[in-house]
T-cell receptor, first 112, second 114 residues
Framework: AQSVAQPEDQVNVAEGNPLTVKCTYSVSGNPYLFWYVQYPNRGLQFLLKYITGDNLVKGSYGFEAEFNKSQTSFHLKKPSALVSDSALYFCAVVGAGNMLTFGGGTRLMVKP | GAGVSQSPSNKVTEKGKDVELRCDPISGHTALYWYRQSLGQGLEFLIYFQGNSAPDKSGLPSDRFSAERTGGSVSTLTIQRTQQEDSAVYLC????????????FGPGTRLTVT
């Protein structure tokens, strides 16, 4: 069975500082990894994905994520946080099946 | 272009009643998924449709849940004899194909069972 862990329920960062939202996964075979963001009362929005190739993946709104096979991690990063980045972030993996298995989510709070 | 749409946006029903939730995927997307989001269980997969293949029902929590996809497009999720634990936001997503393609989510249907 596949699983995703997001060890932090909440991450607090000051505007302008770099941010990291952590994600680790467990899956049989090659993982397809995704990050989604959910703003209040809005649906999930795709941010970025890793399928194959370069371990550093760039996505929407200046976000990037680094795939680390040895550590089975796929941490989300941004060099300079904005207040508008405050939202709920979900890491997800597709393994042997076709469905997304989500982590529990991390609430990002960016303070001015 | 138009995204994934879902209706109704909110549904309040009495325990024991049946409900139908509708999803209209992005045109041309062959894969369609249903998930639900609840406080206690997070985001859970329910069912997956790919083209004309038999659906993957492995995530349905009980036989009170069923779904169909007509003509490879619109999908309906039906919950029979609703229970209070069915209260959640039901999310529909579609993708161009499957697996490696990102899924685009609709706004969800918030179901409240009283």
């Amino acid at each position: 069975a596949q699983s995703v862990a997001q060890p932090e329920d909440q991450v607090n960062v000051a505007e302008g500082n770099p941010l990291t939202v952590k994600c680790t996964y467990s899956v049989s075979g090659n993982p397809y990894l995704f990050w989604y963001v959910q703003y209040p009362n809005r649906g999930l929005q795709f941010l970025l994905k890793y399928i194959t190739g370069d371990n550093l993946v760039k996505g929407s709104y200046g976000f990037e994520a680094e795939f680390n096979k040895s550590q089975t991690s796929f941490h989300l990063k941004k060099p300079s946080a904005l207040v508008s980045d405050s939202a709920l972030y979900f890491c997800a993996v597709v393994g042997a099946g076709n469905m997304l298995t989500f982590g529990g989510g991390t609430r990002l709070m960016v303070k001015p | 272009g138009a995204g994934v749409s879902q209706s109704p946006s909110n549904k309040v029903t009495e325990k024991g009643k049946d409900v139908e939730l509708r999803c209209d995927p992005i045109s041309g997307h062959t894969a369609l998924y249903w998930y639900r989001q609840s406080l206690g269980q997070g985001l859970e997969f329910l069912i997956y449709f790919q083209g004309n293949s038999a659906p993957d029902k492995s995530g349905l929590p009980s036989d009170r849940f069923s779904a169909e996809r007509t003509g490879g497009s619109v999908s309906t999720l039906t919950i029979q004899r609703t229970q209070q634990e069915d209260s959640a936001v039901y999310l529909c997503a579609s993708s161009l194909y499957s697996k490696s393609y990102e899924q685009y989510f609709g706004p969800g249907t918030r179901l409240t069972v009283t």
